[in-house]
Each structure stands twice: as structure tokens, then as C-alpha cells.
């Protein structure tokens, strides 16, 4: 430090610095596809694309009969977890509910919405503690596309209920909504616990579902 | 690749977390000069073997570790299955059993925190919907305003009693002298396991009829009851006459309040 208050390096700086050229200049890698120039509507649709197949292949029959973990289709679009599809399943649920709600809405909405996102990450952690090879957020990804049948039902008593009122058709409804999504989220999560310990590891994907179920009929 | 994914498991070390790791799980005191002689830090969980293949996660951080908890979820179904049927005192029916039967033979030092967990979540729905239920019957027209506030209630009254009534107990034993064997999480285990007969009591409560109603109630405290002082009675007794007076009163105390908070704050 210098009298006048004046900073001076004890060495002298080059400026500007020298340019020194590498060596080997950077490769541009070619081969792996660059999303970042590509049209936004192309985006969008690469998105909506990825939510739709992985909606099929989590919610279709044909998932149901599969007895072993050897498809490794189904495995390959599910690793490549996403938290789009879950998000609009989750508003939409959360919209069509307060909206059937009248004057509470805005609790019913702040209620589902924390519910849905809160009980899948219990029942990952749940998961994970004892002692499954499970992944934190695919394992949310795949529950929160299993509330899709869910969604329907509460989309489908909606419009039921503009025209009349029956508990038995709103219970038969939600009922074969809540066996579609905990029999294909069961499937899912099943092949990543050990066996003497799958009933646990089940119960509270059960329990989520039959919670969100309640929270449709009231 | 799971490890890249499992942003909650702080595993910097590249190993797979093993549910038979036991970490250690002391909380303990942060200041550097406290004296080693001084009582010992508040352990909530108890202490843990070192295992030399993991490092042992931060001390200021055990809370947020997934490991530290992973001892107390290693169960499978037949040992829950086990311990949910003998903690509502079936077995009490073969005298031939000790009364702390439940604590010695099916907890044997190894308590879990999945079951009471789930059974007060479990506890939470049931408790919601059947009172939700009986307003439904009662009235004529369906208020949806008290249906998402009375399950928030039923939220904190039940995990109120499942975990802060273990938490002030255990903080009371440690003031009072320490007693062996009745660390945070056995407490907590045993307190989790009486719920139990407290979900068929309010499955039943659905029937709008006060009788019912009071009579399942106080049959599942009874139980509840029960299974509590069966297991503990032994060890307060260790301790002195006025402090164990004191405790036993607590924890009845705690019991009656509970079962008149069942009745009246959801089923009136």
C-alpha cells in the first residue's frame, strides 16, 4: 500500500494479459443434439411428448401384467424422470376440487396441492428407510402420474355433479379411480422393496390414495 | 444412476447406504469446553456402535440424515405384523406371560419408528373421516369448511399425544434420574403401538349413537391404558416413591385426557 491510499501490484500486470492459445482448441461435440436453438413450440411438444408416454406406460393395462422386472421399456422412459407431469396433474386436481368447493376454495386448493406433493415425498422416504434401492424423484414422478386416474374421476364428478347429486355413482366412481392408481403405482414401487418387507413399503401408497380419494368424495 | 437423483441421501463417499450401517447418533453438546464429566448430552436416540466403513454424519446434521434413522425402520411385516396383534393385550389372556411382555419379548430393545408412525397416521384418517361422518349425519347440510379442519385438527391432537407426550416423558425421566431402558424412542414405540386399539374404537364411532361411542372410546383407553403401564410400572417403581408416584400420575393423567379429548372434541 502506497501513501496516497493507492493499491499497486508488487509485480507488474501485463494488460492486456497475454492470449495464450490452447494447445488443442475445444472439440464441438456434434453428435449430442443442442436443444438450445430449436423452436419453442418444438420444445413444448418434446415436453408434452415425454409427460404423454410416460402417463401411457404408468396408467395402461397392459403395465399390469407384467410379472417381472425385465421390461426394460417401460423402465427406460420411467428413469427419465420428469416433475412436469405431476405438477399439472397435481393443479389440475387441486383447480377442479376448490372449484367444486365454492366459498373455500382457496383451502381446499392450498390443502391437495400440499397433501399430493407432502404424502409422496413421505411415502418415498418411507421407501428409502427401509431400505429400498429406490430414487427420490423418480419414485415422486411415478406417484404423482399415478394420481392421474384420480384427476379423471374428480373431472368426471364434477360434470356429474352440474346435472344430480348420487353418492352411490360419485363412490363407485372414485373407488375404480383409486384401485386403477394404487394397483399401478403398487407395481412400480413393489419391484424395488425386498418381499418380507413389500407389505410396508405398500400400506402407505394405499394410504396416500385413500387419502386423496376422501379428500375427492368430500 | 439412483445416487445422482437422491438429493436428500448425503453420501459423499460413493458407498451404498446399507440399512445394517449404524452411524453414530450422539447429539452432542457443541460447545468445546464443556467439561466430559458433566452429565451427558441429551440423547434422543440412543447411541450407536461406530461402524468403520461410514463416516459419521456431522453431529449438528444427524436430523437431516437419512441414515441416522434408518436403524428404526428395520422391520419387515412379520414383526410388525407381530407387534401390532400383542399390543392390544390379546396375550393377556395366557397368564403365563410377564406383564412387561411387550417391551421385553416383542420390543426387545429393538424399537421401530415405522409402526407408530403409520399408526398415527393411520389413527389421523380414521379419526377425520368418522367424525366427518357423524357431523354429516347429524346435520343436514354438509359444511365443507369444518371437514379439511377437523382432520387438521385430528392432525395435531393425535400426533400431539403420539410424540410430545413421549417427549416431555422422556425429558421428565432424565430430570428426574435417568432410568435404564427408556430412551426417547422406546418411549415413543410404546406410545405408537397404544393407538392401536384406539382405530377399531373409531371405525365403530361411525354408528351415530352416544353409547357407542362411549363405550368403544373407553374400551380402547382401557386397553391403551393398559399397555402402557403394564410395560412401565416395573421400571418407575425402581425409582423413588414420590418421583414414581409423580410419574405414574402423569402418565394416567395423560391417558384420561386423552380419552376425553377423543369423545369430545371430535364425536359430541
Excluded at chain 1, 428413469?79 to 405438477?87: H, M, N, R, S
Excluded at chain 1, 407395481?187 to 387419502?211: C, D, H, M, N, W
Amino acid at each position: 500500500m502506497s501513501m496516497d491510499g493507492q493499491v499497486r501490484a508488487t509485480h507488474p500486470i501485463q494488460f492486456p494479459p497475454p492470449f495464450n492459445p490452447l494447445p488443442h482448441p475445444p472439440q464441438i461435440d456434434t453428435q449430442t443434439p443442442t436443444t438450445l436453438d430449436e423452436s419453442i413450440p418444438e420444445t413444448i411438444l418434446r415436453d408434452l411428448h415425454s409427460v404423454s408416454s410416460k402417463l401411457r406406460v404408468v396408467l395402461l393395462p397392459s403395465n399390469f401384467h407384467q410379472t417381472s422386472y425385465e421390461d426394460n421399456q417401460t423402465l427406460k422412459i420411467l428413469k427419465d424422470w420428469d416433475l412436469w407431469g405431476p405438477l399439472l396433474i397435481c393443479l389440475g386436481l387441486s383447480i377442479v376440487l376448490s372449484i367444486d368447493a365454492g366459498q373455500n376454495g382457496a383451502l381446499v386448493f392450498s390443502a391437495v396441492f400440499m397433501l399430493i406433493w407432502l404424502g409422496a415425498g413421505i411415502v418415498t422416504l418411507n421407501a428409502q428407510l427401509l431400505g429400498g434401492s429406490i430414487s427420490f424423484f423418480q419414485s415422486v414422478c411415478v406417484l404423482g402420474y399415478c394420481v392421474f386416474p384420480l384427476f379423471l374421476s374428480a373431472v368426471i364428478l364434477l360434470i356429474i355433479h352440474t346435472f344430480f347429486e348420487s353418492i352411490i355413482l360419485d363412490l363407485i366412481v372414485v373407488v375404480v379411480a383409486f384401485v386403477w392408481s394404487t394397483r399401478a403405482s403398487v407395481v412400480f414401487i413393489g419391484q424395488f422393496i425386498s418381499e418380507e418387507r413389500k407389505t410396508l413399503a405398500v400400506y402407505p401408497v394405499f394410504f396416500f390414495y385413500v387419502f386423496l380419494s376422501w379428500m375427492i368424495l368430500i | 444412476m439412483n445416487d445422482e437423483d437422491d438429493l436428500l441421501l448425503l453420501n459423499d463417499t460413493g458407498e451404498d447406504s446399507s440399512p445394517t450401517l449404524l452411524p453414530p447418533i450422539s447429539f452432542s453438546d457443541p460447545s468445546p469446553m464443556s467439561n466430559p464429566q458433566q452429565q451427558q448430552p441429551l440423547n434422543l436416540l440412543p447411541q450407536q456402535q461406530q461402524s468403520s466403513n461410514l463416516a459419521p454424519p456431522s453431529s449438528m446434521c444427524w436430523c437431516f440424515d437419512l441414515r441416522s434413522y434408518q436403524p428404526y425402520f428395520n422391520v419387515n411385516t412379520s414383526t410388525i405384523k407381530t407387534r401390532l396383534i400383542s399390543s392390544t393385550l390379546i396375550h393377556k389372556l395366557s397368564s403365563t406371560r410377564s406383564p412387561s411382555y411387550f417391551l421385553t419379548d416383542i420390543i426387545k430393545d429393538q424399537p421401530d419408528a415405522y409402526g407408530p408412525f403409520w399408526i398415527t397416521m393411520t389413527l389421523v384418517f380414521v379419526v377425520g373421516v368418522s367424525s366427518n361422518i357423524n357431523k354429516w349425519i347429524y346435520s343436514s347440510e354438509e359444511d365443507f369448511e369444518s371437514d379439511i379442519e377437523s382432520l387438521l385438527n385430528a392432525m395435531w391432537i393425535i400426533y400431539s399425544f403420539s410424540f410430545g407426550i413421549p417427549l416431555i416423558s422422556f425429558l421428565a425421566l432424565r430430570c428426574l434420574g435417568e432410568i435404564p431402558g427408556l430412551n426417547f424412542i422406546t418411549l415413543f414405540t410404546l406410545y405408537g403401538y397404544s393407538l392401536t386399539t384406539y382405530i377399531p374404537a373409531c371405525l365403530l364411532c361411525i354408528i351415530p349413537s352416544q353409547t357407542v361411542h362411549w363405550l368403544s372410546l373407553l374400551i380402547a383407553s382401557l386397553f391403551s391404558t393398559g399397555l402402557i403401564f403394564r410395560n412401565l410400572v416395573e421400571k418407575i417403581m425402581e425409582a423413588e416413591q414420590t418421583k414414581s408416584r409423580a410419574l405414574l400420575g402423569w402418565f394416567a393423567g395423560c391417558q384420561l385426557i386423552m380419552f376425553f379429548v377423543m369423545k369430545l372434541v371430535f364425536y359430541s
